[in-house]
């Protein structure tokens, strides 16, 4: 199959993309629809040939009896030996779902009913701190026990009508300390957000916002709540069982958004809008497990990744938001798609003899238009494009605001594809020079083009849309890990650093020696060292 594809990527070797537009039915044909969605992918350089062969690798690689697997609970997280189930998390009728035998749903409804009660109980002042009402919130947690919630909370703020919510994550205290800065302790619930409640960071951040919180409020762990696996831990911190929120170790920390995780995002847009985040994702979840390969979304999405990655060598993604809401799109996608498919080892052991997963990056349009897109459009590699874009935004008063950001994305994807050639460019320059200066002027505006994008529109981001992006793009993320064979589930390449740095602890502190340390980190610990002194 692959070898299939390497061949099929040899022939596009001088075919333009602008060129496959001969074909007047291919903006249709290489373009899916779902709900309101669409998804156009007719500017890369994939051609009937290309797709059916991508279809069949995805055949081929079992991603159908994968699917059905994930969500029948079955342990496809096999290094861990665990089920993947976040998407019972949003299964909001309730339908059983087995893990081991047993029905996981009637619990994870349970407490999503006492998350909404909470939720409420803060939100309507019903709960409160010991100086009234909740005004703030703080979610003390780092990678999937944060990257979800604060780019969701910011993603949906014109639904933000609860307390504010801040985030803090970095052990750097420059995070903890700018955030409490200005806070009324006697008002602010802190939510200690830790699937295993031992990382480092969230602990030391918890600890010491329960001293800041001690300075003012004479019960501090009263104003805690705690959003945990690890329920046996939470009670050592301090934080009663009627403000702990337990999930199971089949909702991995990247794709835990949808439940207790979500907790403050859930008392920022009120217990409806997160229902209608869930049930966005929820409907992906039935597209995704219903729709033809080459009308599905995740799939499609999978395919194109697939091609311009390993196929065709484009060592990263972009991905750019032309909604300025999904600012934090791009950060929680890398640790979504880098966390889950940034593997050398395939499921069973053996070596990959293909690339794992790109390099995700990106920034809302359009401000990287005037930073990075140079790069895009005429550096020497080619960086494959993903644009989203809403066809309306939320300030009908600044509509006109709202056409010069989609006429940009647009024009942003055309460019990329069409290019400028050197006639094209003399043309543009021919009044102003001449000779062999214009020649020179003019090759630094040629624009290569025939560079790939893909461009999802939807309606407005609404919840519910929010939610149907983020389950595509977890879908995505699980389609490409099946057709590369390797588990998308676990993260053992987190484990050293954090080893490490707990060694380096003592030594940082000047308690240890660095004896036995290589040079370069001896040289490091003997600056820190003269530096103190
Ligand atoms: O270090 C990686 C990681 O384990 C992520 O997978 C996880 O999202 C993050 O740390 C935070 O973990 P926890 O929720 O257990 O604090």
């Known amino acids: 199959m692959w070898s299939t594809l390497k061949s ?15 074909n007047p039915g291919r903006a249709a044909e290489f373009s899916a629809t779902f709900d309101h969605f669409l998804f156009d992918f007719s500017k890369t350089n994939i051609d009937d040939t290309a797709l059916a062969a991508l279809l ?32 019972a998390l949003r299964n909001l ?46 979610n003390i947690g780092i990678g999937g026990s944060d990257l979800g919630p604060v780019m969701a909370y910011r993603a949906l703020s014109p639904y933000a009508d609860g307390p504010r919510v801040h985030y803090v994550s970095n052990v750097d205290g420059a995070d903890i300390a700018d955030t409490l800065r200005g806070l009324d302790a006697t008002t602010t619930l802190v939510i200690v957000a830790s699937k295993t409640f031992t990382t480092i960071e969230t602990m030391t951040n918890a600890r010491t916002a329960r001293a800041w919180m001690s300075d003012k409020v004479s019960d501090p762990a009263a104003q805690f709540a705690a959003l945990s696996s690890a329920t046996d831990k939470t009670g050592d911190f301090g934080i009663a069982s009627e403000r702990v929120f337990g999930f199971e170790d089949w909702v991995g920390g990247r794709y835990s958004v949808w439940g207790p995780i979500g907790l403050s995002l859930m008392i920022g847009i009120g217990a409806e809008a997160f229902r209608a985040f869930l049930r966005g994702g929820q409907s992906m979840d039935r597209h995704f497990q219903t729709a033809e390969f080459a009308e599905n ?21 972009a991905v750019l938001p032309y909604d300025n809401r999904l600012v934090r799109l791009p950060a929680y996608l890398q640790q979504l798609e880098m966390e889950s ?36 459009h005429q550096g020497t590699r080619v960086v494959p494009c993903e644009f989203l874009v809403a066809a309306e935004g939320h300030e009908p008063d600044l509509a006109h605001h709202h056409q010069l950001l989609i006429a940009n994305c647009l024009a942003q994807s055309e ?36 560079r ?22 977890e879908h995505r993320v699980f389609v490409e890990g099946v057709i590369l064979g390797i588990n998308s589930y676990d993260q053992w390449g987190v484990e050293l650093g954090k080893e490490l740095a707990t060694a380096l602890g003592p030594i940082v502190a000047g308690e240890e020696s660095a004896e036995g340390k290589d040079g370069s980190t001896r040289q490091l610990v003997d600056y820190l060292r003269r530096h103190r002194a």
């Open 415 to 450: 460019a990329l594809m069409r290019g400028r050639s050197l006639d094209e460019a003399r043309e543009k320059v021919k009044d102003a020079f001449e000779g062999e200066e214009l020649e020179r002027q003019a090759r630094h505006r040629v624009f290569p083009g025939n």
């Open 56 to 87: 069949d690798l995805a055949e081929n690689a079992g991603v159908a009896q994968k699917r059905e697997a994930m969500f029948a609970g079955r342990k496809i997280n096999e290094t861990e030996g665990r089920a993947v189930l976040h998407t």
């Open 93 to 138: 009728d309730g339908a059983p779902v087995n893990v081991d035998g047993v029905d996981v749903m009637p619990e994870v409804l349970d407490t999503l009913a006492r998350m909404e009660s909470f939720a409420t109980e803060v939100r309507d002042g019903t709960f409160t701190g010991q100086g009234g009402a909740i005004t703030d919130v703080v």
């Open 452 to 473: 790939p994008s893909t461009t999802l529109i939807y309606p407005k981001l609404t919840p519910e849309v929010l939610g149907q992006i983020v389950a595509l793009y």
């Open 297 to 317: 979304l995740p799939v499609l999405l999978a395919l194109v990744g697939i091609w311009h990655n390993q196929v065709l060598g484009h060592a990263t993604r």
């Open 341 to 376: 498919n940034g593997k050398s080892v395939a499921m069973d052991g053996t070596t990959l003899d293909y690339h794992s997963g790109p390099v995700v990056w990106g920034e809302p349009g359009t401000n990287g238009q005037h930073a990075f897109y140079q790069l895009i």
């Open 8 to 22: 099929l990527a040899a022939d596009t070797e001088g075919r333009k993309i602008i060129d496959l537009f001969e």
